[in-house]
């Protein structure tokens, strides 16, 4: 009952301290999305209706997804413009080593700090579709570090990374993993934002791996709402996330239930949100998919808001 209706009833509103559910819409936090660039016209279409949606919102930044073997460079490039040009949102550009010399992916680059675009997602990207294993391109980047680095000396980008709070699926252990993070932050990394988990302690037990190495630039926690649980278990397989057992029985006999599933995924991504934020963590990178609905919800019970 709204409090305009309950003073027609006569009755009067009291402060209860707010539900546990919305206890976090207290505090400051700050939230940024991830978009993958259309394929179709209809597939725009739905794109556009998501960037729309969460523009209210006023998030950190917008990332825009680059395809596996550079797959879809101007695609990529044509949506970040647009969204600079036609929003009030900061997009950042992702841009891989893969299938490009240093110089095409320096031109591209260039493009980008022409365009007005200032903020870069450097990664080392997944190799083309059927290929196996990463190859660095002949003449290219090899790998991460190296595209943070030639990135600074073309120009003063802020650029963010990927970190993996589970180990990158091709790192030989966990060690490794964090000594290649802070390769990528020496060469000029501002910011790194971690591939998707599922459990809250997933991610401290990571926070306190980068916190010993000496690791002081922010870790931003990347959360997935799942709408596809199917999906995700295979993905996940391939990249190295853990599903856990609690998860399949919360979507267990939903196959047919989308509605329902759509309640599961946001309560789950919420809760997840919700013990990070008590850790004191403030930032957090949703994986849209280029929906809006799951993460609009979320960051409303965040507190994350339209002004008024």
């Given amino acids: 009952m709204s409090e305009g209706k309950a003073k027609e009833m006569g009755g009067h509103v009291e402060d209860d301290g707010g539900l546990p559910i919305v206890a976090a819409a207290r505090n400051a936090v700050r939230v940024s999305f991830e978009f ?3 394929k179709t016209e209809k597939m725009a279409e739905s794109l556009w209706e998501a960037v729309k949606r969460l523009e209210p919102l006023a998030p950190s930044f917008v990332s825009v997804t680059y395809g596996a073997g550079g797959s879809t460079r101007e695609r990529t490039h044509e949506t970040v413009v647009r969204i600079a040009r036609e929003t009030a949102m900061k997009p950042a550009a992702h841009l891989t080593c893969v299938a490009a010399t240093q110089g095409e992916i320096d031109a591209v680059a260039r493009a980008y700090w022409q365009a007005g ?19 660095p391109h002949p003449g290219g980047y090899a790998y991460a570090s190296d595209l943070v680095a030639g990135l600074k000396r073309l120009a003063d980008f802020e650029i963010s990374v ?16 964090i000594d290649n993070l802070k390769r990528k932050i020496d060469a000029g990394a501002t910011r790194a934002i971690s591939q998707y ?3 809250a302690d997933v991610f401290r037990r990571f926070r306190d791996r980068v916190a010993a190495a000496g690791i002081v630039i922010p870790v931003v926690p990347g959360i997935l709402p799942v709408t596809n649980f199917g999906q995700v278990v295979k993905f996940s397989a391939a990249c190295g996330a853990t599903v856990p057992g609690w998860m399949h029985r919360a979507f267990d006999g939903l196959d047919d239930d989308p509605d329902t599933r759509r309640l599961v995924a946001a309560t789950l991504a919420y809760e997840q949100v919700q013990a990070l934020e008590a850790d004191g963590i403030r930032d957090f ?7 809006a609905d799951l993460t609009f919800a979320i960051c409303h ?8």
Avoid: C, M, W
């Avoid at 675009?117 to 190859?135: E, F, K, T």
């Avoid at 990178?285 to 929906?291: E, M, S």
């Fill in 162 to 177: 990927a970190a993996y709070p589970e180990g990158h699926p091709q790192s030989p252990s966990l060690a490794a993993d």
């Fill in 36 to 38: 993958f660039p259309p």
């Fill in 197 to 199: 988990f599922f459990g």
């Fill in 301 to 308: 019970l965040l507190g994350v808001r339209p002004a008024k």
């Fill in 117 to 135: 675009i200032r903020h870069v997602v450097a990664l080392r990207g997944d190799p083309p579709d059927g290929q196996s294993d990463y190859v």
């Fill in 285 to 291: 990178h949703f994986y849209t998919l280029n929906r």
